[in-house]
């Protein structure tokens, strides 16, 4: 896409008159894309205040962002009116603490969190290191508390942590901001695996079906948002669902945190990510409809247009 004059002047400016910009989907409060949510949840982490520039706010801008800055992703980051990259590069700089320096912040002495395995489990990862042929276990933890346990290399500024199973871990100084506490047991299922309890984890997202979202419409239980844009919502909406806007971005981040909320997208994937980022907001009773507006039109009206 050629970038007119008078956006490229406008893009110039702004990110070399504020310190810290970010160009995402949404906004900081209410992000509308999983990457965008990430880079929020490690910004807000280090800073009190950034600027952020939401690309859905036109078609001009959300395609010319990726031509100013030659590269193809949202979301962008600039610190000091350079370019730094997208959500991969701003997680694994955090995660090394190079995004910490750029920022100007002192890094605290990282500690190793108290973590514990269970005797089972303990057994059965000894049993998988030989496999592993002297691959150090790593534990991962994400923005989402998304835990990940393999067995990988050794990297710069990792923690080891011991336990009483006398099995070593290694873990990333992000990583263990969120493992205190954690335990890791043997799945006694039918299925085995492991098990992670970690209580720094904030409530999940429930799931809702169809049939049972619109149960609860009916009896007045639950405030719907679609956060789908314009261009969707024009070829199918659910007559009960209000728009995510910037105007009930405010009312919403303005109720109670025990009001039950839900939303919806086209399959579930982004209003999964934007009830994440509400349950980061602090509130306790948040839904995602399982399969979007598709598993609505497909078991309860007909009529909605599938696309």
């Given at each position: 896409?050629?970038l007119s004059?008078?956006?490229?002047?406008?893009?110039s400016?702004?990110?070399?008159?504020?310190?810290?910009?970010?160009?995402?989907?949404?906004?900081?409060?209410?992000?509308?894309?999983?990457?965008?949510?990430?880079?929020?949840?490690?910004?807000?982490?280090?800073?009190p205040?950034?600027?952020?520039?939401?690309?859905?706010?036109?078609?001009e801008?959300?395609?010319?962002?990726?031509?100013?800055?030659?590269?193809?992703?949202?979301?962008?980051?600039?610190?000091?009116?350079?370019?730094?990259?997208?959500?991969d590069?701003?997680?694994?700089?955090?995660a090394?603490?190079?995004?910490?320096?750029?920022?100007?912040l002192?890094?605290?002495?990282?500690?190793?969190?108290?973590?514990?395995?269970?005797?089972?489990?303990?057994?059965?990862?000894?049993?998988?290191?030989?496999?592993?042929?002297?691959?150090?276990?790593?534990?991962?933890?994400?923005a989402?508390?998304?835990?990940?346990?393999y067995?990988?290399?050794?990297?710069?500024?990792?923690?080891?942590?011991?336990?009483?199973?006398?099995?070593?871990?290694l873990?990333?100084?992000?990583?263990?901001?969120?493992?205190?506490?954690?335990?890791?047991?043997l799945?006694?299922?039918?299925s085995?695996?492991f098990?992670?309890?970690?209580?720094?984890?904030?409530?999940?997202?429930?799931?809702?079906?169809?049939?049972?979202?619109?149960?609860?419409?009916?009896?007045?239980?639950?405030?719907?948002?679609?956060?789908?844009?314009?261009?969707?919502?024009?070829?199918?909406?659910?007559?009960a669902?209000?728009?995510?806007?910037?105007?009930?971005?405010?009312?919403?981040?303005?109720?109670?945190?025990?009001?039950?909320?839900?939303?919806?997208?086209?399959?579930?994937?982004?209003?999964?990510?934007?009830?994440?980022?509400?349950?980061?907001?602090?509130f306790?009773?948040?839904?995602?409809?399982?399969?979007?507006?598709?598993?609505?039109?497909?078991?309860?009206?007909?009529?909605?247009?599938?696309?």
């Amino acid at each position: 896409m050629a970038l007119s004059e008078t956006l490229r002047t406008h893009l110039s400016e702004f990110v070399s008159s504020h310190r810290v910009v970010l160009f995402m989907k949404g906004t900081r409060q209410m992000p509308r894309c999983g990457f965008s949510a990430r880079v929020v949840q490690i910004l807000n982490e280090l800073l009190p205040d950034y600027e952020t520039l939401d690309v859905l706010a036109t078609p001009e801008l959300r395609d010319g962002i990726k031509t100013f800055s030659d590269w193809p992703t949202i979301p962008q980051l600039y610190v000091n009116g350079k370019f730094v990259g997208g959500c991969d590069i701003v997680r694994d700089m955090h995660a090394s603490g190079e995004l910490q320096k750029l920022l100007g912040l002192e890094l605290s002495e990282p500690v190793a969190p108290t973590i514990t395995i269970s005797e089972s489990a303990a057994q059965e990862l000894r049993r998988a290191s030989v496999d592993a042929r002297g691959a150090p276990l790593r534990l991962h933890i994400d923005a989402q508390y998304q835990h990940e346990l393999y067995f990988g290399q050794r990297s710069p500024g990792d923690l080891e942590v011991c336990n009483s199973a006398d099995v070593t871990l290694l873990i990333d100084n992000s990583s263990a901001r969120r493992a205190e506490g954690l335990q890791i047991d043997l799945s006694d299922g039918p299925s085995g695996g492991f098990t992670i309890a970690n209580p720094n984890a904030p409530p999940p997202v429930k799931q809702l079906t169809a049939l049972e979202l619109k149960a609860m419409l009916d009896r007045g239980e639950v405030t719907l948002f679609d956060v789908r844009p314009d261009e969707e919502r024009a070829i199918a909406h659910i007559s009960a669902a209000r728009t995510l806007n910037a105007a009930s971005q405010a009312y919403l981040l303005g109720l109670s945190r025990d009001t039950p909320i839900a939303f919806h997208c086209h399959v579930g994937t982004r209003s999964q990510e934007v009830a994440q980022q509400l349950i980061r907001e602090g509130f306790r009773t948040v839904y995602n409809l399982a399969g979007g507006i598709d598993a609505w039109s497909r078991t309860v009206d007909p009529t909605v247009p599938r696309y």
